[in-house]
């Protein structure tokens, strides 16, 4: 059982940055990939990033790349999302979650959930 929770998402204007955190508890944070979705309202959820277990390998969505950025820092439990250049249509609530699968990035083959935290970009 894994336990997420994000924090640092808020209001930005157009181009700032955000840097998003994901403290997770439970046993074996380094053995699961952790990913970001992100879902607007009316759209459905759709991936961000995920960095996998083992070596750290980052993937990101075409929308993002170049301009977030995904860490993990194992001896705290915690992934981090750097968002950099935010454009209005990065505006979502955004979660962090967890999967055993090293390869999946569809949201189904995630396990466990964070509750969310909303970014707000303007124009």
């Known amino acids: 059982q894994v336990q997420l929770v994000e924090s640092g998402g808020g209001l930005v204007q157009a181009g700032g940055s955000l840097r998003l955190s994901c403290a997770a508890s439970?046993?074996?944070?380094?053995?699961?990939?952790m990913g970001w979705f992100r879902q607007a309202p009316g759209k459905e959820r759709e991936f961000v990033a995920k960095?996998?277990?083992?070596?750290?390998?980052?993937y990101a969505a075409d929308s993002v790349k170049g301009r977030f950025a995904m860490s993990r820092d194992d001896a705290k439990n915690t992934v981090y999302l750097q968002m950099n250049s935010l454009k209005p249509e990065d505006t979502a609530v955004y979660y962090c979650?967890?999967?055993?699968?090293?390869?999946?990035?569809?949201?189904?083959?995630?396990?466990?959930w964070g509750q969310g935290t909303q970014v707000t970009v303007s124009s």
């Open positions: 960095i996998t277990w083992g070596g750290g390998t980052t």
């Open positions: 439970g046993r074996a944070f380094s053995s699961y990939t």
């Open positions: 979650a967890a999967t055993r699968s090293y390869y999946c990035s569809d949201y189904r083959c995630y396990d466990y």
